[in-house]
């Protein structure tokens, strides 16, 4: 590990955790675009969830909690029924389900959990991870995402711009170091991002207008919970996909730091501090929280994994969400630039999961290895789905679980104890 959990805050330790900020912060924002939640208080319960998460984790685990994705449908739906405070009182429910199934696990061996998670299981769901992702990032460098921007230099045009931020990101991870700035060689997402944004701005195609309209300082709109038995039905079974993809998560940052956080800090410390940061985003008028795989791309690629770097970019956010003006401004940056950043950090998820099965020593001319893990990748990627009453199976938490009951039914008698 390359430092200590203990390391002293430093400017380096800022300025290391103000790219993260930049890391988490178009995914954060876009939960409350499309629900109607506030900006603001998605942004402050993001920072304070994270506080929360490494607080119950014993400051061990590298992550940044932001805004859920699996919960869009959950909001939009009871959102249109009930209204928005009855689709918060669920998700403070659901991540009372966290709590409840931590406590669970915290009687469950370590041994049994790797037997249920062996790395021919775990590895296709971390590659899985980084492939699910794949789109959002293609989609962002093709300016699919930014219309205004897509029409002003059209589709090559953004790829171009979205090629040049990629490159810039490898350049500074492959070339900094021989020129001696060990430093500036751990910044490729925040240097990428300048570069792409200054180059966005020669081309006339960053609009400034919700900068000008923001305000400089600004308290957050909180809002309290309603709770409803039909909200809690729609929200509540959402957290047994997101648990899941929880388990997925805390996988992959172990890989990428060299630490097994499912034995320490645990799982069960991990799903509790995930669960009490969701239900205090809710109780305040926040979306669920999750832990990032974009931030994990993001210590994958540049090799710092202090977890000071994650409580650092949490004060920013909280920080950003007390000033609208900054907000806006972090805003302004154009998909394509996002984008081609993007391919950079959730390829290096993906390629954790194919390291975590070579390290592991997966033996894939085992045919039953390999069933469970040609399962595990069509069906996470081909967009199978499942629904059971209020249960939405699809993706990540599908390959997860069929995974799992494979290994469960086709585990054979002459996988090595290294194999799990």
Known sequence: MAESLNEPITGKTVVLGLQHTFVMFGATVLVPILTGLDVGVTLFAAGLGTWLFHLVTAFKVPVFLGSSFAFI??????GASQGLPYALGGIVVAGILYVIVAVIFKFVS????????????????????????????????????????????????CWGLALFTFAAGVFVKIAFPKFGWKFMSNLPVLIALVAGYILALILGI????????????????????????EAITVMVPIAIVTMVEHFGDVLAI?????????KDPGIHRTL????LATSLAALIG??????????TGAVALTGVTNPWVMRIAACFAIVLSLVPKFTALIGTIPGPVIG???ILLFGMISSIGV????????????????????????LGLGGAAFKFGNINLSGLGLAAIVGIVLNLILRPKDITKSEG
């Open 110 to 157: 370590y041994e049994n959990l790797h037997k249920i998670l062996p790395p021919h299981v775990t590895g296709p769901m971390i590659i899985l991870i980084g492939l699910i992702l794949a789109p959002v990032a293609i989609q962002s460098a093709n300016g699919t995402n930014s219309p205004a921007v897509a029409q002003a230099i059209g589709e090559n045009g």
């Open 340 to 342: 081609g950043i993007s």
């Open 254 to 262: 172990g890989n990428v730091v060299g630490r097994d956080f499912i």
């Open 272 to 275: 509790i501090g995930d669960g």
């Open 206 to 229: 960053v609009d400034f207008k919700a900068v000008g309209d923001a305000a400089w300082i600004g308290l957050p709109k909180f809002s309290l919970p309603k709770f409803s038995v």
């Open 73 to 78: 449908p959950g909001i939009a739906a009871v």
């Open 355 to 378: 390291k975590n099965m070579v390290d592991a020593k997966v033996n894939l001319s085992n045919p039953k290895l390999l069933i469970i893990t040609a399962a595990m990748l069509v």
């Open 286 to 295: 926040g979306p669920a929280n999750t832990t990032y795989s974009e931030n």
